[in-house]
């Protein structure tokens, strides 16, 4: 099976992986893929899209080959401003974008504050507001210090089939052959036959610094693209054409998947594929 290159940039003093499915002279398309994730989790999609797009699937900062950040957080700002800065070292004036959860997050605002780079955008899952916190702020930000002072070490787990099993428990729905996929590309042997997830653990730390929900349905007014909210029906997340956010966008549509999950693009990979083709050709 096609397999995608490795290849790396600089942003902000990180070292950040990109893997590059080639067909280097067709438009680029990149994949954003969410937060505890990796780049190779899109690889099914990169699959049955690499014909027409030269696709380009990010590790972002502090996930899979990628850097882990020196600082304290991973404010979401932050994975912009890498994105923002793979663009310009790659001279990409325009581009087309699937973002998933976090992933659909960073692009919705990548497309909002800078409307010029993007031409079509597929945001799936990525419409959850962490609003700034009720509670007084010298409260926020003691929590805060107090997490990151907590033990941040990664995981570790005593054989592949034990992180197998795992992965398993926490992704029921995922077939056998996504399982070990996934499995595979999300562990890092460390060399004493234990194995850690890839993903730094101050990912899950919230920064008490957050845009509002204001601030967010502003962004998203400014997104001049066509824009493709994809859901899960079974996510629990927010439905925007049920809850009215849908109308803080120009130009956007909402489709949803009854049945899907939170990774949208596992559960119905073929329905992906085709929605996408079709969606980003316009």
């Given at each position: 099976m096609q397999e995608p290159v490795a290849r790396h940039y600089d942003s902000q003093g990180?070292?950040?992986?990109?893997?590059?499915?080639?067909?280097?002279?067709?438009?680029?398309?990149?994949?954003?893929?969410?937060?505890?994730?990796?780049?190779?989790?899109?690889?099914?999609?990169?699959?049955?899209?690499?014909?027409?797009?030269?696709?380009?699937a990010f590790d972002l900062r502090g996930h899979g080959e990628s850097e882990w950040a020196k600082a304290s957080s991973y404010p979401v700002p932050d994975f912009v401003v890498d994105v923002v800065e793979f663009l310009r070292q790659m001279k990409i004036?325009?581009?087309?974008?699937?973002?998933?959860?976090?992933?659909?997050a960073i692009s919705l605002l990548l497309a909002g504050i800078y409307p010029e780079y993007v031409e079509r955008?597929?945001?799936?899952?990525?419409?959850?507001?962490?609003?700034?916190?009720?509670?007084?702020?010298?409260?926020?930000?003691?929590?805060?210090i107090e997490q990151i002072?907590?033990?941040?070490?990664?995981?570790?787990?005593?054989?592949?089939?034990?992180?197998?099993?795992?992965?398993?428990?926490?992704?029921?729905?995922?077939?056998?052959?996504?399982?070990?996929?996934?499995?595979?590309?999300?562990?890092?042997?460390?060399?004493?036959?234990?194995?850690?997830?890839?993903?730094d653990n101050g990912i899950r730390l919230r920064a008490p610094y957050r845009i509002s929900f204001e601030q967010s349905a502003a962004i998203w007014n400014r997104i001049e693209c066509p824009t493709l909210l994809v859901g899960g029906g079974a996510s629990g997340?927010?439905?925007?054409a049920e809850n009215g956010w849908v109308q803080h966008f120009r130009h956007a549509e909402v489709r949803t998947f009854p049945d899907g999950g939170h990774w949208v693009q596992h559960d119905y990979p073929d329905e992906i594929i085709?929605?996408?083709?079709?969606?980003?050709?316009g």
């Open positions: 990180l070292r950040l992986n990109w893997w590059d499915w080639g067909n280097e002279t067709a438009p680029p398309l990149l994949l954003v893929h969410g937060g505890l994730d990796h780049g190779r989790n899109w690889d099914w999609i990169a699959r049955g899209l690499r014909d027409q797009y030269r696709v380009i004036d325009r581009v087309k974008i699937i973002g998933h959860s976090m992933g659909g955008l597929i945001a799936i899952e990525g419409l959850r507001i962490f609003s700034p916190p009720a509670t007084p702020m010298h409260v926020t930000m003691r929590n805060w002072h907590a033990n941040r070490a990664p995981r570790r787990m005593k054989s592949f089939e034990d992180a197998l099993a795992r992965f398993r428990e926490a992704h029921p729905k995922r077939t056998e052959e996504q399982v070990l996929h996934l499995t595979k590309h999300g562990l890092r042997d460390n060399g004493d036959g234990t194995f850690s997830w890839k993903y997340r927010p439905n925007p085709a929605l996408a083709r079709t969606f980003l050709k």
